[in-house]
């Protein structure tokens, strides 16, 4: 399957559109950046040039059970826009479905291209499938298939690359539930590398299950994987095989994680005590790497909460560890030792509501790990307040990260949100971090006002990208980031 089928049959659907004469529905999107930055070694301030952006969208339905869908876009910072080697318009995704369903029987197929979310499958204790690592960063494209009828489902997705020479990616998931409380499961994801060898592949299958005995569940997975091209694995796992040694079976190409959930005591006066326990094991040849893909380890976990009665109190506690299956053998005075790497990790939290729209929270996260014969600590004390009503919204944060140690961090950060009126909102937010070599600070301040229904405009200064994904937990500003004095205008429009 090549790309070049995929251009001709979305350009044969559009020739069927527009013989057909059916409505197509126009959208766009409109987005210009204009700023200057100051530079620091002349303290003046730069223009940049002008940052334009234009998105087009087009959907129409030719027949019932249809959809088409493209989008194009012009960006002026594109690299391949400035070479002049690429069109004034980039065609960035599209699909053509046609969906189908009689009673309670159904099927619904999408052929697309550069939909990084047709890849979706539905989630994995193991973390099988992870969409950024099969959909060739967003440049990939398909088919996929969904079947489903009262008991049972079916999807499979074919993917082709286009550096690839064939179907470089295979997804299958398969569905059936059983007496009501049993829900059975099956995997199957194959991606062949760009080589095109015959055994240049990652291959996995899997099962799963998920049964619910009164008020109590049990999940439970089970995965197996292949590598042929990589000889190292092939012949560790050989050797597995042929051992009789218990251990040695745990130590292939299979994964298994196993959760029990519903373990629930206590009433409305003492308040009410939840416990999660589960436990993992990843063998040392177990080789996934189009999702999670660690190996060579086994661990669990206990998750608990209690709930304070008559208080909207909630305190969690949550411990998890690990350890390596096969040692790595370190040379320590002169002497062989093995190193387990031995992980555990204790999280506690207490986190309160009060009225008024006051929410408190306060945690402690001790973890302690050994890697290659060495200790690390790694204890964060985080406590966070806020406040939200109709009019704003209020947060701050407090954190110290590594606490004790060397390379020990505070990190102190705040966000504000008010609405002005209707048309205007003021935000801004201010981050300074501390350690053994100085302190580094970060404000940014954002004005924006609602131009009509479809237009906003803002007026924003300083580095809106520090902090923007969890305030004081963001390791980037943490570890190195630094205010940048940069002011900018932004225009976006929707018609």
């Not at 009060?354 to 302690?368: A, H, P, Q, R, T």
């Not at 969890?470 to 980031?481: E, H, I, K, P």
Request: aromatic share 16%; hydrophobic share 35%.
């Amino acid at each position: 399957m090549k790309k070049k089928i995929i251009i001709l049959m979305i350009t044969l659907s559009l020739a069927f559109l527009s013989l057909q004469a059916a409505p197509l529905r126009f959208e766009g999107y409109l987005e210009g950046q204009y700023g200057a930055n100051q530079q620091a070694d002349e303290f003046k301030w730069n223009i940049w040039d002008p940052n334009i952006y234009f998105e087009a969208r087009f959907n129409s339905s030719p027949m019932p059970g249809t959809d088409m869908f493209f989008k194009f876009y012009s960006d002026k910072d594109n690299p391949e826009y400035q070479s002049g080697k690429s069109a004034l318009a980039v065609l960035t995704e599209g699909h053509v479905s046609f969906r189908q369903e009689m009673s309670v029987v159904g099927m619904e197929t999408n052929l697309f291209t550069r939909e990084g979310g047709r890849y979706w499958l539905d989630g994995s204790m193991l973390g099988l499938l992870n969409t950024g690592s099969v959909n060739n960063d967003g440049n990939g494209q398909g088919v996929r298939m969904d079947f489903w009828m009262p008991s049972s489902s079916l999807t499979y997705v074919i993917s082709d690359f286009s550096s690839g020479a064939g179907d470089d990616v295979h997804l299958a998931r398969f569905r059936q539930n059983l007496f009501n409380n049993l829900r059975l499961g099956a995997t199957y994801q194959r991606k062949n590398y760009a080589s095109g060898g015959a055994r240049d592949y990652n291959q996995l299958y899997s099962a799963d299950a998920k049964y619910q005995l009164g008020s109590y569940y049990l999940n439970w997975e089970i995965a197996a994987t292949s590598v042929p091209a990589e000889e190292d694995v092939t012949l560790k796992l050989k050797e597995y095989e042929d051992s009789s040694e218990l251990s040695d079976f745990f130590k292939r190409n299979i994964a298994s994680k196993m959760e029990v959930s519903g373990f629930k005591t206590g009433n409305v006066k003492l308040g009410y005590i939840t416990v999660t326990p589960g436990a993992y094991f990843l063998g040392d040849t177990y080789r996934n790497y189009m999702g999670n893909n660690e190996k060579n380890k086994y661990g669990y976990w206990v998750n608990s909460y209690y709930l304070v009665p008559q208080r909207a109190i909630t305190i969690t506690c949550n411990y998890w560890g690990n350890r390596k299956m096969v040692p790595d053998t370190l040379m320590i005075m002169d002497q062989e030792k093995l190193s387990y790497d031995p992980v555990s990790n204790l999280y506690t939290e207490l986190y309160v509501e009060f009225i008024n729209g006051f929410k408190w929270k306060l945690s402690f996260n001790k973890k302690d790990e050994t890697w290659q014969g060495s200790g690390y600590k790694h204890y964060d004390v985080f406590t966070e307040l806020q406040v939200e009503n109709r009019l704003a919204k209020l947060l701050s944060q407090f954190k110290i990260k590594d606490l004790g140690e060397t390379s020990e961090k505070q990190i102190w950060g705040i966000e504000c949100s008010v609405n002005l009126t209707e048309r205007w909102r003021l935000f801004s937010r201010g981050m300074v971090a501390n350690d053994r070599g100085g302190s580094r600070y970060s404000i940014f301040g954002e004005l924006s006002y609602k131009i009509g229904g479809n237009a906003e405009a803002y007026i924003q200064y300083g580095p809106g990208w520090w902090g923007q994904y969890g305030l004081v937990n963001d390791d980037g500003f943490a570890s190195g980031g630094e205010m940048k004095e940069e002011l900018k205008l932004i225009v976006k429009g929707w018609f």
